[in-house]
């Protein structure tokens, strides 16, 4: 076991983040295979790399295999201007070496360049386990989103938040006392 994760800790060290292209395409199914991860149509990844292809990225290990992408946006005006995460997921198999963090760094650094006052993401609300995970991040839950996802159950989202360098007080994550409805959002 000690070998195995020695090695899987070396090609994570030697993997490669990069922008997402349209051959990845082709190849991140296995990645998305998990269940909490959102699957999206075609055209959704196309818009994505047309419109904001420097916040697209994939994690690439030396032997060429993905490992993990993150995919999301800047949006807003004026103090909401800010990033947005749509989706960041990991292949079972690269799980917690530290490569969703360093997607995350990478959108927060994105969106940090790009001036933005936070970065914002939805998560569902019994997904503990990234939930936990970002807040070890910095992020916090600034709202809930009432039936934010749809299903055979609906459920509801948390709104979580980080600020960024342009937000110096840190207004865009003070918590709002009562959950929103989906059509009351803004973005």
């Known amino acids: 076991k000690l070998i195995l994760l ?3 800790l070396q090609e994570i060290e030697m993997s490669t983040l990069r922008q997402f292209t349209c051959d990845d395409l082709f190849r991140f199914n296995g990645i998305n295979l998990d269940p909490l991860t959102e699957m999206y149509g075609l ?9 904001w292809p420097e916040y697209f990225m994939v994690a690439e290990s030396p032997s060429g295999d993905l490992m993990g992408y993150i995919m999301g946006k800047s949006e807003g005006q004026h103090d909401d201007w800010h990033g947005h995460v749509t989706a960041v997921t990991v292949g079972p198999e690269h799980r917690r070496l530290g490569l969703a963090n360093q997607l995350m760094e990478g959108l927060e650094e994105v969106s940090d360049s790009k001036n933005c006052y936070f970065v914002d993401l ?3 609300v019994s997904n ?3 939930i936990s995970f970002y807040r070890k991040l910095g992020y916090t839950v600034y709202r809930t989103v009432l ?5 055979d159950q609906d459920e509801d989202a948390y709104d979580m938040r980080k ?3 342009m937000d110096v007080n840190k207004r865009s994550v003070v918590p ?3 959950p929103v409805h989906m059509e009351e959002l803004d973005y």
């Not at 039936?147 to 299903?151: A, K, L, M, R, V």
């Open 43 to 51: 055209s959704f990844y196309l818009q994505y790399m047309a419109r």
């Open 176 to 178: 709002l006392d009562s």
């Open 147 to 151: 039936q934010y996802y749809s299903g």
């Open 122 to 124: 939805f998560v569902r």
């Open 163 to 165: 600020a960024l360098t």
């Open 6 to 8: 020695d090695s899987l």
């Open 128 to 130: 503990s386990i990234a």
